[in-house]
């Protein structure tokens, strides 16, 4: 019998245009009411995965930022495992030297020094990840409301963030269309100890402690709660998603991932459009 449910967000989750279809809210909400805990795992920061669970009405706990931070439903910290400092210096040297966009992610909020870069890649980042997404103008405003909302910061140098002590780095998260570039800087990342790098598209990067992970947070969490891992349910879509996978009792492809993904999972759902996660909910709660 499945005791808990760990569900990814983008391309999972998730609509193109970055909303929680109705089915998956009313499949989330059956669960809980049947005592199943559901907690979202995602590479979100805490500020922008519950901000669309607030609007969707849906109160859970979240493994955020790849395992970085863990929060209660009530946001309550539970956990962190930051990134070193210099590590994380290193990190953004390389990606800049590699001419690759990245946003920093810290226990204030996540930040940016190019604004309008990073509407440009978040809107190439959705059209490519959901092709059946045909209104441009939405998954735009989607991807501007991260900044409208405050839910990234722009500052004028990341240096201003490795240097305040108050700033935790939890993730560094690198997108780019040129193959050349990302391939380049991750032969030269995957050199750093104590650096974890996944990715949760083709065209980008996430970079954190190789403690932050997700299968790592999502194993403690139900180990918190009593619950085996056998008892547990992973859904996701991409390569942050494996470390789950690897631990769940049962583990659950979306539709709209790719094969390698697929086939190292014992099911496969609809699509992210079609409301998989409700359709994998549903088959365990029958």
């Not at 441009?136 to 501007?144: L, N, S």
């Not at 139900?222 to 996978?245: C, P, R």
Request: proline share 1%.
């Amino acid at each position: 019998m499945i005791k808990c449910i760990a569900s990814d967000m983008d391309g999972t989750l998730l609509t193109a245009t970055q909303k929680i279809t109705d089915e998956n809210i009313k499949a989330i909400k059956a669960a809980q009411e049947k005592g199943v805990d559901v907690v979202i795992a995602t590479g979100r920061s805490y500020f922008e995965a519950s901000f669309v669970l607030e609007e969707a009405g849906i109160t859970a706990p979240i493994i955020c930022v790849n395992g970085a931070e863990v929060r209660a439903a009530d946001g309550k910290v539970v956990s962190s495992n930051p990134l070193d400092k210099e590590l994380a210096k290193k990190a953004a040297y390389i990606l800049l030297e590699n001419n690759v966009y990245f946003e920093v992610y810290t226990n204030q909020g996540t930040y940016t020094i190019d604004e309008d870069r990073g509407v440009s890649i978040i809107v190439d980042i959705f059209l490519s990840g959901n092709p059946e997404a045909d209104d441009i103008d939405k998954v735009t405003k989607a991807a501007e409301e991260r900044f409208k909302k405050g839910l990234v910061h722009k500052v004028n140098s990341y240096d201003e963030l490795f240097s305040d002590e108050e700033h935790q780095i939890y993730k560094l998260l690198a997108f780019s269309f040129e193959p050349d570039f990302l391939t380049s800087a991750k032969e030269e990342l995957l050199k750093l100890e104590g650096m974890a790098v996944s990715s949760s598209g083709d065209e980008n990067l996430e970079l954190t402690s190789t403690a932050a992970q997700k299968g790592i947070a999502l194993e403690a969490f139900v180990k918190e709660k009593g619950i085996s891992l056998l008892e547990t349910m992973a859904i996701g879509d991409n390569y942050n998603d494996l470390s789950m996978f690897k631990r769940a009792g049962r583990s659950v492809a979306m539709g709209n991932a790719d094969d390698i993904i697929k086939a190292q999972c014992d099911f496969v759902t609809s699509t992210n459009e079609e409301s998989g996660v409700a359709k994998a909910i549903w088959k365990v709660l029958e």
